[in-house]
């Protein structure tokens, strides 16, 4: 089957293409929102999008239209029937236009997982869609993962937006997700959901995290310095312990990250972003700055995370300071190189 997926923004599609690929239903994602205002939220959304479809491989087509001046022209008179008469019935109309024209066997849309969208209708209207293009609609009830989906995309580090899309559903947020909570179909319930991911500081037997330590820092005498004085904040996946970060006190303003490792086998999930982001949060109420010593190798990272301030290099660092030798693929370590990052911002 060849499947156009309308896709609404990247959290909303997780569960949805994961519940489609077990199916081994390969979507090929297609953004066309011209109701999501303003044009950074737009772009945020859009953005993230197409870096996860990136990450898992996935195809994604990108209709680029920020619709501001139509989207004010077509619901000026009829704000209460907006996502009825104007929203849901132009994108989904745009769907299957494409699919039509672009050989698609189906569609379907993410707008099937919220549970806070107006379910019943998008789905009478895919099926409206469906007769009228001649391309079959199909319907999966995607809301069942809601809560499944929403975890996932937070781990993932996913953008997280706060309202519906246009303008006049970020005013009416607050009202929208407290006092007027969506009617559910007979069967659902809202469950309480296990946090996978838990960061939390460890107060007793550091040591016992030596051994991964060691694998970002290759001198337990180094470690167990640090560690003596040290705050160790342990991140675990589904209560596995998963990455481990040490931080010391330099002043009053100031502290430094001396060491922060995530297992082999949770690389390139997100986890030292997320673990970094928990720090900066942690220390901020204290501190003005953090920062961290690094060789050549680790710098192009740590300056995505916001340690952008050059601050100083110490020459020959790992070869004064450890007994072997430091490789890291064909890279000597040599020199340590500080950055900084303000906490304040």
């Known amino acids: 089957m060849k499947l156009l997926l309308h896709t609404c923004c990247a959290p909303c599609s997780v569960y949805c293409i994961d519940t489609l690929r077990k199916e081994g239903i390969e979507p090929t994602l297609y953004w066309y929102n011209p109701n999501i205002h303003p044009y950074k939220e737009y772009e945020a959304r859009r953005n993230c999008l197409i870096e996860y479809a990136k990450s898992i491989n996935i195809e994604c087509i990108v209709e680029d239209e920020y619709g501001l001046d139509e989207f004010c022209k077509n619901v000026s008179n009829k704000l209460e029937t907006r996502c009825v008469d104007y929203c849901y019935s132009v994108r989904l109309k745009k769907t299957f236009e494409y699919a039509k024209q672009n050989g698609y066997d189906a569609v379907s849309t993410t707008l099937l997982y919220s549970i806070y969208q107006k ?30 989906g929403h975890e996932k995309a937070k781990e993932l580090g996913l953008y997280m937006q706060k309202y519906c899309g246009c303008v006049f559903s970020e005013q009416s947020i607050k009202i929208t997700h407290t006092n007027d909570k969506p009617l559910l179909p007979d069967g659902f319930e809202f469950l309480p959901v296990k946090r996978s991911i ?13 051994d991964l330590l060691l694998e970002a820092d290759p001198s337990k005498k180094m470690i167990k310095k640090y560690l003596s004085n040290g705050d160790v904040f342990v991140l675990t996946y589904k209560d596995e312990v998963a990455s481990i970060a040490v931080v010391t006190k330099v002043d009053d303003e100031t502290v430094e990250l001396k060491n922060i490792v995530t297992k082999e086998e949770y690389r390139g999930k997100g986890y030292g972003q997320k673990m970094i982001k928990y720090l900066a949060d942690n220390y901020k109420q ?8 690094t060789s050549e190798n680790n710098i192009p990272f740590l300056v995505k995370q916001g340690f952008d301030k050059y601050e100083k290099t110490i020459k020959n660092y790992f070869i004064d ?22 906490l304040k911002k």
């Not at 960061?199 to 995290?209: D, G, L, R, S, V």
């Open 286 to 293: 204290k501190y003005k700055k953090m920062l961290v010593g």
């Open 321 to 342: 300071n450890y007994d072997k030798e430091i490789i890291d693929g064909d890279l000597l370590f040599t020199d340590m190189y500080y950055y900084s990052k303000e």
């Open 119 to 148: 379910h019943d209708f998008i789905k009478h209207y895919c099926e409206k869609l469906s007769k009228e293009y001649g391309i079959e609609f199909l319907y999966r009830d995607f809301r069942y993962g809601f809560w499944e």
């Open 198 to 210: 838990v960061i939390k500081k460890e107060k007793e037997n550091k040591e016992q995290y030596m």
